[in-house]
């Protein structure tokens, strides 16, 4: 049952944060670091991803691949991270933007979660109907 319930947070998360990747473009291109190229592409690139593997998550065939993309996709946006907390983007607040980070860490592990199977008995897992 938590398993679900944080499998469903976690994608409404995912897309929100994803559609917010296409409203506000430009205020996650600020964080974006300056060596890698069209910052604003990687944004939509990345929110494409957010938005498919928070609704894979949903999808039962799809669960696990979604769940590695996600941390993965986790791992890769970690730079635009460390880049907002050394360049104090939108806050000089320490708290906030150094911890960040270790959440990452939390968001990947979150995931990963997903990937492994669930440990109801084989009785239980035959008779759910959780395809969407």
């Given at each position: 049952m938590w398993k679900t319930l944080f499998r469903y947070l976690l994608s409404a998360v995912m897309v929100a944060s994803g559609i917010l990747h296409f409203v506000s473009p430009d205020s996650f291109a600020k964080i974006v670091p300056g060596w890698l190229p069209a910052p604003k592409t990687?944004?939509?690139v990345s929110g494409f991803f957010e938005?498919?593997?928070?609704?894979?998550?949903?999808?039962?065939r799809t669960r696990i691949a979604a769940a590695w993309g996600l941390a993965a996709l986790f791992a890769a946006v970690f730079p635009a991270n460390v880049n907002m907390a050394l360049h104090k983007i939108y806050?000089?607040?320490?708290?906030?933007l150094w911890g960040r980070l270790p959440f990452q860490g939390v968001l990947i592990a979150w995931a990963y979660w997903f990937?492994?199977?669930?440990?109801?008995?084989?009785e239980t897992k035959?008779?759910?109907t959780d395809t969407l």
């Open positions: 990687l944004v939509l938005i498919a593997g928070g609704l894979g998550l949903l999808v039962k806050t000089d607040n320490p708290w906030i990937t492994r199977p669930d440990t109801k008995n084989t035959n008779t759910e």
